[in-house]
């Protein structure tokens, strides 16, 4: 079975600060990864995907994300966060078959 | 770029009426998902669909049926809404080697 742990709930991190969310996971097999980012009362929105290749992944809005398969992460990154990253942002994986397992979502608040 | 169009984004009913959520991708995907979303506990899959007229049973399918009659359109349905199935339903669809899903905007049933 597949799964994927945030273990963080809440983020908080100043505006114009560096900013990560966490992402373990856990599959049997290569895994693929993805984050993606839901703002209030909307679906989510896809952030970025690591397949296969370059173990660091650019997407959406400056974000990155770097895949370590030993320490079996991937956590989200951006340089210099903003008032308007703040949301809700959930990790998935999968390997193999086509579903993906979601993890419970962390909420980051960039402060002003 | 794929759309998921979920019909209603609010929607209030009463306890015991029979209610359809319908979900329309135009991609031609085969895949097809619907999930709940409460607070802390992330997405579940409530159940999931692989081709036409095909269905799985995803974790938490009790209280809920649904129909693929059409490739593009997947319709959740409870049978007799209850309040414990107030919540944020998501729909997404999967093409075949894509990996990755692409979420409808939500629908946020309340039921009273």
């Known amino acids: 079975a597949q799964s994927v742990a945030q273990p963080e709930d809440q983020v908080n991190v100043a505006e114009g600060n560096p900013l990560t969310v966490k992402c373990t996971y856990s599959?049997?097999?290569?895994?693929?990864l993805f984050w993606y980012v839901q703002y209030p009362n909307r679906g989510l929105q896809f952030l970025l995907k690591?397949?296969?290749?370059?173990?660091l992944v650019k997407g959406s809005y400056g974000f990155e994300a770097e895949f370590n398969k030993s320490q079996t992460s991937f956590h989200l990154k951006k340089p210099s966060a903003l008032v308007s990253d703040s949301a809700l942002y959930f990790c998935?994986?999968?390997?193999?078959?086509?579903?993906?397992?979601f993890g419970k979502g962390t909420k980051l608040s960039v402060i002003p | 770029d794929v759309k998921v169009t979920q019909s209603s984004r609010y929607l209030v009913k009463r306890t015991g009426e029979k209610v359809f959520l319908e979900c329309v991708q135009d991609m031609d995907h085969e895949n097809m998902f619907w999930y709940r979303q409460d607070p802390g506990l992330g997405l579940r899959l409530i159940y999931f669909?692989?081709?036409?007229?095909?269905?799985e049973k995803g974790d938490i399918p009790e209280g809920y049926s649904v129909s693929r009659e059409k490739k593009e359109r997947f319709s959740l349905i409870l049978e007799s809404a209850s309040t414990n199935q107030t919540s944020m339903y998501l729909c997404a669809s999967q093409g075949q080697g894509n990996y990755g899903y692409t979420f409808g905007s939500g629908t946020r049933l309340t039921v009273v």
């Open positions: 599959v049997s097999g290569n895994p693929y």
């Open positions: 669909s692989y081709d036409v007229k095909m269905k």
């Open positions: 998935a994986v999968g390997a193999g078959s086509y579903q993906l397992t």
């Open positions: 690591y397949i296969t290749g370059d173990n």
